[in-house]
């Protein structure tokens, strides 16, 4: 599976954009990019996920160069309540979960 | 729809004492996982089940059993509590095992074991 590099961490103030960049440089052909976002306390949640070009959904939106090396996630006009790790994930259609792998993630800090 | 319930929350155990986290999930997931997290290492995949009977070892395996019985619980087993098993627990499931690109995960709120 493409390994992936993420931040560590990033800080915002409250009713900025924030982008958070993956790099995959293995990805695959086969592979689609998917992202996870974790609240203190809880169970990480998926939030989007994306092939090629640009999806978006009514949390996120998430940008896929054509070479499809890097993605990035876009947090539209954050809020406090946007503080939380994310975790980019790169995977196959037919990859069995046991081999998807989480990394560090980002650590987004939205502050007044 | 209670989606994926972990128990207990938060617990203590000593040394070498055994317990068993349990994981149940109510929407017919073919799928089921134990993760565990530590500070700053994400989540690590400890046990995974695609199905009933059907278990395999993740990334992190030593020192869990599990066993899957049936499509709603995965029960994870320590039969010999050490220090470095300190961490938060996260139980995981999915409609289908063999699709981790297009699929998704949900999650339990954790469990948190803290071993003295």
């Known amino acids: 599976l493409a390994k992936t590099t993420q931040p560590i961490s990033m800080d915002s103030y409250e009713g900025q954009e924030v982008n958070i960049t993956c790099s995959h440089n293995?990805?695959?052909?086969?592979?689609?990019i998917t992202w996870y976002q974790q609240f203190p306390s809880q169970g990480p949640r998926f939030i989007i996920q994306g092939y090629k070009t640009k999806v978006t959904n009514e949390v996120a939106s998430l940008f896929i160069p054509a070479d499809r090396k890097s993605s990035t996630l876009s947090l539209p006009r954050v809020s406090l309540s946007d503080t939380a790790v994310y975790y980019c994930?790169?995977?196959?259609?037919?990859?069995?979960?046991?081999?998807?792998?989480f990394g560090a993630g980002t650590q987004v800090v939205v502050t007044p | 729809n209670a989606g994926v319930t972990q128990t207990p929350k938060f617990q203590v155990l000593k040394t070498g004492q055994s317990m068993t986290l349990q994981c149940a999930q109510d929407m017919n997931h073919e799928y089921m996982s134990w993760y565990r997290q530590d500070p700053g290492m994400g989540l690590r995949l400890i046990h995974y089940?695609?199905?009933?009977?059907?278990?395999d070892q993740g990334e992190v395996p030593n020192g869990y059993n599990v066993s899957r019985s049936t499509t709603e619980d995965f029960p994870l087993r320590l039969l010999s509590a050490a220090p470095s098993q300190t961490s938060v627990y996260f139980c995981a499931s999915s409609y289908s095992s063999g699709t981790a690109g297009t699929g998704e995960l949900f999650f339990g709120e954790g469990s948190r074991l803290t071993v003295l």
């Open positions: 293995n990805i695959a052909t086969n592979d689609y």
């Open positions: 994930l790169v995977g196959a259609t037919t990859d069995s979960w046991g081999k998807l792998q």
């Open positions: 089940s695609v199905g009933a009977g059907i278990t």
